[in-house]
C-alpha cells in the first residue's frame, strides 16, 4: 500500500507542476464548450457537432454543474488520471517482471501521460482499458465492464481492451456496457451521431502530417515492430498488443506530439513484459533500450519545463481559476473582455480570419467571456466549416447575433503540409460577415465586430 501510494504520488508530480502554465485555444477550448453545451441540457450529436464519443464530454460536463465553468478542475482530475495510468503500468509489468524493469515502465509511462496534458478523452479511456486488462485474468465480468466504458471514451481504445481481456465473457459484457453507455445519445441524435463521430474518419485526411523523423517516433516504430516480430517468432501473444496496434494508427492518423501518448503508454508496458520474457541477451537489451529511449523523451520534456518555466500571468475571464498566459495575451483579453461586456446581452459567435481554409479556433473564448454561441458548431474543422452547407447553416443561426470576435492568432492561419493548407473554394461565411458587420476595435490577436444597423 504504501509503495502504491509512493508511485501515484509521484507521478501525479510529475504531471501536476505545470498545472497552471497555459491553455489550449482549440483542444481546451472543444471539451469545455461541449461540456458547457451538455450541462445547460444540449445533447452531442443532435444539438452541437462533436466527432468524439461522448464519454468525456459528459464527465465535463458533470463538473462544470458541480463546481461550475473552471480550467483548474479538469486539470486536478486529468493529474490524478494519469497517476493511475501510471500505477496501472507499473502492475500490469510487474505481474512478471522484476521490480526494476516495473519501476522503468512507470517512469515512461508517468512521463508520457504528463506531455502534453489536455482534457481530451485519451487518459481516461487507457485508465479504464489498463484497468480492465489488469483485472481480465481473475474478474472477466469487471473486466469486460471496464473495456465497455473505455469505448464509451474512446471506442478504439475500448475495443483493443476487449481483445486484450482474451475472454468471451469480457467481450460479451464489454459490448452490453458499450451499448448501453451509446444508446442514449444514439437515439438522441439518430443518424447525427454516426455523421459525426464515424463520418469524420473521411475527413481526417485533411490534418494528417508527414510523419517526423525525429527520435521518439522512430523509436515508437521500431519498438512496435519489434514487439510483434516478437511475438510471432515466440509465439507469445502479448494481451496489450492490440492497444499498441491502435495507438500506433492513431499517431498515424496525425503525427505530432498530442498523439504520441496512447502508442507510448501502451508500448512501453509491451517492451517491459516482453523484456522480462525473453532470454536471449541482445534482444532483450534492446528492448530495454527502447523503453529507456520513451522514458527519456518524456523526462526530458518534463525537465525543460521545470528548468525553463515561462514568464506567465494570470489568465482573465470566467473560471480561469489561476490558469495563466503570457502577458500580452493576458492583456488582450482583459481588453476584449471589458468590450464585450459592455455590449448588450446576448449570444456570440468566435470566427477565424476565414472560413475557406482553416486549422485552427478559439472556442475557448465562448467560455471566457461567457456568452453562448448561437450555432451548433464549436469546432474549426477542416472539411467542416469549410462546406457551403454548414457556412449556410451557420450563416442562417447569425442573423440574430450582434457579436463576432475575430480570432487572428497565427494558428488561426497556419498553414500545414495537408488538405486543410488548400482553399475549399466556400466564401459564403466569409461574405456574410463582411457585408453584415464591422470592426469595433481590436485588441492583440482579438477583434470585435459589431452588426451594421
Not at 523523423?213 to 516504430?221: D, E, H, K, P, Q
Not at 500506433?248 to 498523439?259: E, F, K, N
Not at 486543410?420 to 458587420?437: E, K, M, P, Q, T
Amino acid at each position: 500500500m504504501r509503495r502504491a501510494g509512493l508511485l501515484l504520488a509521484g507521478a501525479a508530480l510529475l504531471s501536476g507542476f505545470t498545472i497552471l502554465r497555459s491553455y489550449g485555444p482549440h483542444d481546451e477550448g472543444l471539451m469545455l464548450a461541449w461540456a458547457s453545451r451538455v450541462a445547460h441540457g444540449q445533447w452531442p450529436y443532435r444539438d452541437f457537432w462533436s466527432n468524439y464519443a461522448p464519454g468525456q464530454t459528459v464527465v465535463l460536463a458533470a463538473l462544470w454543474k458541480v463546481f461550475g465553468p473552471s480550467l483548474l478542475v479538469w486539470r486536478i482530475i486529468r493529474v490524478a488520471t494519469d497517476a493511475v495510468v501510471a500505477y496501472l503500468a507499473y502492475r500490469l509489468v510487474r505481474r512478471g517482471a522484476p521490480e526494476w524493469l516495473a519501476l522503468l515502465a512507470w517512469i515512461a509511462v508517468a512521463a508520457a501521460m504528463a506531455f502534453p496534458t489536455g482534457p481530451g478523452p485519451n487518459p481516461p479511456a487507457l485508465a479504464l482499458g489498463l484497468g480492465a486488462l489488469l483485472a481480465a485474468r481473475d474478474r472477466p465480468r469487471l473486466a469486460g465492464a471496464l473495456a465497455g466504458l473505455a469505448f464509451v471514451f474512446r471506442p478504439e481504445i475500448g475495443a483493443a481492451a476487449a481483445i486484450g481481456c482474451l475472454s468471451w465473457t469480457a467481450a460479451g459484457v464489454a459490448a452490453g456496457v458499450a451499448a448501453l453507455g451509446l444508446a442514449p445519445f444514439a437515439i438522441a441524435a439518430g443518424g447525427d451521431m454516426w455523421h459525426d463521430v464515424v463520418g469524420f474518419l473521411g475527413k481526417q485526411d485533411l490534418q494528417r502530417l508527414p510523419f517526423p523523423a525525429g527520435l521518439i517516433y522512430l523509436t515508437l516504430v521500431v519498438g512496435t515492430a519489434a514487439v510483434a516480430v516478437c511475438s510471432a517468432w515466440r509465439r507469445r501473444f502479448d494481451p496489450l498488443l492490440a492497444l499498441v496496434l491502435v495507438g500506433l494508427l492513431y499517431l498515424l492518423g496525425r503525427a505530432d506530439v498530442s498523439h504520441l501518448v496512447p502508442l507510448s503508454v501502451a508500448l512501453a508496458i509491451v517492451l517491459a513484459r516482453t523484456a522480462a520474457a525473453e532470454h536471449a541477451r541482445l534482444p532483450r537489451v534492446a528492448f530495454v533500450t527502447l523503453l529507456g529511449l520513451i522514458a527519456l523523451h518524456g523526462l526530458q520534456q518534463r525537465a525543460d519545463d521545470l528548468f525553463s518555466p515561462p514568464t506567465l500571468v494570470g489568465l482573465p475571464g470566467k473560471g480561469a481559476d489561476g490558469v495563466e498566459t503570457g502577458a500580452p495575451d493576458a492583456n488582450a483579453l482583459r481588453g476584449l473582455e471589458r468590450a464585450v461586456a459592455a455590449q448588450p446581452p446576448g449570444p456570440l459567435f468566435v470566427a477565424n480570419p476565414r472560413h475557406d481554409r482553416v486549422t485552427a479556433g478559439d472556442p475557448l473564448l465562448y467560455i471566457l467571456l461567457g456568452r453562448r454561441n448561437p450555432t451548433r458548431y464549436d469546432v474549426m474543422q477542416p472539411g467542416v466549416i469549410t462546406t457551403a452547407k454548414v457556412q449556410r447553416e451557420i450563416v442562417s443561426d447569425l442573423d440574430h447575433t450582434n457579436l463576432i470576435v475575430r480570432w487572428l492568432d497565427w494558428r488561426a492561419e497556419h498553414r500545414e503540409p495537408n488538405g486543410s493548407s488548400r482553399s475549399s473554394g466556400v466564401h459564403i461565411l466569409d461574405r456574410y460577415i463582411a457585408g453584415h458587420f464591422a470592426p469595433a476595435g481590436r485588441w492583440g490577436t482579438y477583434a470585435l465586430l459589431l452588426r451594421q444597423q
